[in-house]
């Protein structure tokens, strides 16, 4: 983690002397905005992977006698194939076009959605995958 840390505190570096140069020579609040924007979320990453680093032990990549070996192993869990992401982005057009249409389509929208994530987040508890 302290790679990390170190990637997202050069990008602070950057984006705090970038932004109020963007400002002043091109006078764009929106560009100037964004830039700002970025700059608070690589601060906020940063400031994370950090405490993530002095919280937790040198991982193998981290020192400098890491081996490949030392990072065998099992990785996590990883979902099979699944139809669930599919309906949620559909509800989420649905959501996002209520405004244009009318907002009963964002109504319905919300609905299917509430349904949508109920499924995906409980797939696992029946049919093939179930636990």
């Known amino acids: 983690m302290r790679m990390e840390s170190f990637i997202f505190a050069v990008l602070v570096i950057f984006f705090a002397i970038v932004a109020p140069v963007y400002w002043f020579m091109s006078g764009d609040p929106t560009g100037t905005t964004a830039l700002a924007l970025t700059f608070g979320v690589c601060l906020m990453l940063g400031g994370y992977?950090?405490?993530?680093?002095?919280?937790?032990?040198?991982?193998?990549?981290?020192?400098?006698?890491?081996?490949?070996?030392?990072?065998?192993?099992?990785?996590?869990?990883?979902?099979?194939?699944?139809?669930?992401?599919?309906y949620v982005a559909l509800t989420a057009s649905l959501i996002a076009l209520g405004p244009v249409f009318g907002w009963w389509l964002a109504l319905i929208g919300l609905a299917l959605g509430v349904a949508a994530v109920a499924g995906w987040l409980y797939q696992y508890y029946r049919g093939e995958f179930a636990h």
Request: aromatic fraction near 10%; glycine fraction near 10%.
């Open 49 to 86: 992977t950090f405490l993530l680093a002095r919280n937790l032990p040198k991982r193998p990549e981290d020192r400098k006698d890491g081996e490949i070996v030392e990072g065998a192993g099992e990785l996590g869990f990883f979902p099979p194939s699944s139809i669930w992401p599919l």
